[in-house]
């Protein structure tokens, strides 16, 4: 009665058509399959490999998976070493506390094998042999910059999913004076394009303090880069290090929390002033600040963590037309801060989009030395994981830096 | 074993010269490749765009029986089975809950080969809502499955070489962990 996936019997339709509808069936299937297990699948033969890493089905699988779960958070560590943490919550086990006095269940090992976890970053490590820092991660992608390799190009896109990674080289100016490139930022919306662009600003005059800046483009599409006609005025608050990716926009964060953007497809720039009143309020000694791109990129958050409360704090979201930044959540974090040494800390690693058939809850994900805990932003309840170590790893008790990356899951090429 | 000229005239004498026809639902017939003979309503049977095509195309009569070749008669009971339950709840309100209640029985009761089998008539008889839904349940069902588990399931041979697995595998080990221990 049951018959395989390619059938025994001969039909009236030619041979040819039968195997073109295989594939056709075969490809519907892998397109919803999340990245990684297809990256695994590529072992299955070599016809899987050669459908899987056809680019054209990598593009498509990209479309329809635009927004893959955050599967880790790197963060850089001194010595440019990269701390690596999964966020596997099917295979962990957790501790649900809704009060103070919940306590702490034993939990078992869920990494029975003794593996290590695997930093995927290390293959861009190996391949240039040289340090590289993190600029940027952007829905899967990754903006690097190589460092210390003078003879190497400075900057690259990389997949830490398909290991394939692609340099970028900034144009020259055919003038007699080097840019100098005062911020690099990636534009990658996988629900729009498969392609992405990487937008470059450089002072004109060759100093790092210039105050004039242009901008170039580079499009993954097209794999060039257009030097666009305009120039702009560079903000003196604006620190352009601290760089996202949200409404189609490269968005800077600045000092008072204003924000500069520069629209990528539109081509056109805009900034968002903080209302005088809450001047006085940034002033205060700003313990942490977290500017973060959520639930795939359709928030944008700014979390300010003060000296004198560090266990509460508001989190802010920027209004979808730039109207201007907004209380979303007021978080208390008490009962997880009493649990913490007076040497450790909390750190803030991403917000998350809960998706449930029901309603829609959000999540901030926090990390403490050994632990991932989930905050329900909603009821101010919270989740939290052991994270065990493997053998002969200290991962879990490594300190999180608040410079994090989200790890996302992605077929996409660059 | 009916004849085509049997079937025939039988549906004639259903249609018949008093002009009965509009009080009856339509029905079609086809017959699978391994010789069962259905009726289906007009209605379900236009939602396999197969099917669609063959009678709107070159306006055949109803009292044509489309051969499906492709299908077994299981595979035909299950079709039927999702298209009614679909064609049923299409305007309900609560249709995407209830599609979902029955999606989820649709699915535990069947084996994964047998999804698979559904995978290929969904397409032949181009139903598409019903493709995405059993592509759907299988890549939910593989994806925490290793390579073993997924050749035996599609049957597909290992072309690749010891060393070339290895180097495949090595590629991406952190890909090859915490997977489900299933044998197939």
Redesign the interface.
């Known amino acids: 009665m049951e018959q395989g996936f390619y059938p025994k019997r001969c039909t009236s339709i030619s041979l040819a058509e039968t195997i073109a509808s295989i594939e056709q069936v075969l490809t519907e299937i892998l397109v919803r399959v999340p990245a990684k297990p297809l990256v695994r699948f590529k072992c299955v033969s070599k016809h899987w490999l050669s459908l899987i890493s056809d680019p054209k089905f990598g593009h498509r699988h990209t479309l329809q998976n635009p927004n893959p779960p955050v599967s880790a958070v790197f963060c850089e560590k001194s010595n440019r070493r990269f701390c690596f943490i999964p966020i596997d919550f099917d295979h962990m086990c957790g501790a649900p506390s809704t009060s103070i006095n919940t306590s702490n269940h034993e939990i078992q090992n869920p990494y029975p094998t003794g593996s290590p976890p695997f930093n995927p970053l290390k293959f861009a490590q190996n391949q240039y042999h040289a340090d590289i820092q993190v600029i940027q991660s952007c829905n899967g992608l990754f903006l690097c910059r190589l460092l210390y390799s003078p003879n190497d190009p400075p900057y690259f896109i990389f997949n830490p999913t398909t290991n394939q990674f692609s340099t970028l080289i900034p144009p020259a100016t055919g003038e007699r004076v080097q840019p100098s490139v005062i911020s690099i930022a990636l534009a990658f919306d996988p629900s729009k394009s498969p392609h992405y662009k990487v937008v470059c600003l450089r002072t004109i005059d060759g100093s790092k303090d210039g105050t004039i800046y242009h901008i170039v483009i580079y499009s993954s599409e097209t794999q060039s880069w257009r030097i666009l006609d305009s120039s702009f005025k560079r903000v003196s608050s604006i620190l352009y290090s601290r760089v996202l990716y949200w409404n189609g926009a490269i968005n800077w964060l600045g000092m008072f929390n204003e924000v500069a953007y520069f629209h990528v497809d539109e081509e056109r720039d805009g900034f968002v002033r903080l209302p005088p009143h809450l001047y006085d309020r940034v002033t205060e000694s700003t313990k942490y600040r977290y500017f973060l791109e959520s639930g795939g990129g359709h928030q944008l958050h700014l979390i300010d963590i003060f000296e004198h409360s560090v266990a509460k704090f508001e989190v802010l979201e920027m209004g979808k037309d730039y109207s201007g930044w907004f209380v979303k959540y007021l978080v208390d974090l008490d009962p997880i801060c009493r649990r913490l040494n007076p040497t450790e800390r909390y750190v803030v690693l991403f917000i998350d989009q809960d998706k449930n058939e029901e309603e829609e809850s959000s999540s901030l994900l926090l990390h403490s030395p050994g632990k991932l805990i989930s905050y329900n932003l909603k009821c101010g309840t919270y989740k939290s994981f052991e994270l065990t170590p493997k053998a002969g790893v200290k991962d879990h008790l490594l300190r999180v830096e608040p410079s994090n990356f989200q790890y996302k899951e992605s077929l996409a090429s660059v | 074993m009916s004849t085509p000229a049997e079937n025939e005239a039988s549906i004639k004498q259903e249609s018949g010269p008093s002009g009965t026809v509009q009080d009856k639902p339509k029905k079609i017939v086809v017959r699978t ?1 391994d010789g069962e003979v259905f009726e289906l309503k007009e209605e379900v049977a236009m939602e396999m765009e197969t099917i669609k095509t063959f009678f709107m195309e070159d306006n055949i009569s109803y009292e044509t029986v489309m051969p499906l ?2 299908v ?1 008669s ?1 595979e035909l009971v299950k079709v039927i089975e999702y298209c009614s339950k679909y064609v049923e709840l299409k305007n309900k309100e609560n249709f995407h809950k209830e599609l ?1 209640a029955f999606q989820d029985e649709f699915v535990k009761s069947m ?1 994964p ?2 999804l ?2 559904l ?2 008539v ?3 008889l181009e139903i598409k809502y019903f ?2 839904f059993i ?2 349940a ?3 069902h ?6 073993e588990y ?2 035996e ?8 070489t010891e060393e070339e ?1 290895e180097m ?2 090595t ?8 997977l489900d221990k299933d044998l197939y």
């Open positions: 490749g070749t492709n077994d299981w979902k084996s080969k047998t698979l089998s995978s290929n969904a397409n032949y493709l995405d592509c759907q299988i890549a939910d593989i994806k925490s499955k290793d390579v997924v050749r399931l599609f049957g597909v041979e290992n072309d690749f697995y495949a595998k590629e991406a080990p952190w890909a090859h962990e915490n």
